[in-house]
C-alpha cells in the first residue's frame, strides 16, 4: 500500500532544512499532505526568520509539487475535532487546538502523520511515523 503522509509543521521545517529522515520519508510517500493549520504555522515561522522571502519561496514551491495537496477543514472535519477533543478533555490530557486541528484531518482523510510532536502520542486514533 502506499504511503499517504501528512506532515506536521516540524517535519516540514526539517524537510526543508534537509534533515535526511524527512526527505526520505516525502520522498517515499506516495502522497503528501499539509493540513491548512500547518500551512500557516510554515508561513508564520517563514515570516519571522531572517530571509522571508525565501521561506516564502520555498513554500509555495514546495505547495506546487504534484504530490502535495493542502488540506482544508470543512463541516465533516468539525465532527472529528469536537469527538478528538471530548476525548482528551475526559482522559485529562489536553493537546493543543492546532495540533487538534491536525489530527481530526489525519483522522478524517485516512493518513498517517509524520511529526516529531510528542502530543500526538496521547490520541491514539493518529497512525504516526
Given at each position: 500500500m502506499s504511503l499517504r503522509l501528512a506532515l506536521d509543521t516540524n517535519?516540514?521545517?526539517?524537510?526543508?532544512?534537509?534533515?535526511?529522515?524527512?526527505?526520505?520519508?516525502?520522498?517515499?510517500?506516495a502522497e503528501?499532505?499539509?493540513?491548512?493549520?500547518?500551512v500557516a504555522e510554515a508561513r508564520c515561522g517563514g515570516?519571522?526568520?531572517?530571509?522571508?522571502?525565501?521561506?516564502?519561496?520555498?513554500l509555495q514551491d514546495f505547495l506546487r509539487t504534484r504530490r502535495?495537496?493542502?488540506?482544508?477543514?470543512?463541516?465533516?472535519?468539525?465532527?472529528?475535532?469536537?469527538?478528538?477533543f471530548a476525548e482528551m478533555?475526559?482522559?485529562?490530557?489536553?493537546?493543543?487546538?492546532?495540533?487538534?486541528?491536525?489530527?481530526?484531518?489525519?483522522i478524517q482523510h485516512g493518513l498517517t502523520l509524520f511529526t516529531r510532536d510528542r502530543h500526538f502520542e496521547r490520541i491514539s486514533r493518529v497512525p504516526r511515523i
Amino acid at each position: 500500500m502506499s504511503l499517504r503522509l501528512a506532515l506536521d509543521t516540524n517535519r516540514y521545517h526539517d524537510y526543508v532544512t534537509g534533515i535526511e529522515s524527512a526527505r526520505v520519508a516525502v520522498a517515499s510517500a506516495a502522497e503528501i499532505h499539509l493540513p491548512f493549520i500547518v500551512v500557516a504555522e510554515a508561513r508564520c515561522g517563514g515570516r519571522h526568520g531572517c530571509r522571508p522571502e525565501v521561506n516564502e519561496r520555498v513554500l509555495q514551491d514546495f505547495l506546487r509539487t504534484r504530490r502535495v495537496n493542502v488540506l482544508f477543514a470543512e463541516e465533516a472535519t468539525t465532527h472529528f475535532y469536537a469527538e478528538l477533543f471530548a476525548e482528551m478533555r475526559r482522559a485529562g490530557t489536553p493537546v493543543p487546538t492546532n495540533d487538534l486541528w491536525i489530527a481530526a484531518l489525519v483522522i478524517q482523510h485516512g493518513l498517517t502523520l509524520f511529526t516529531r510532536d510528542r502530543h500526538f502520542e496521547r490520541i491514539s486514533r493518529v497512525p504516526r511515523i
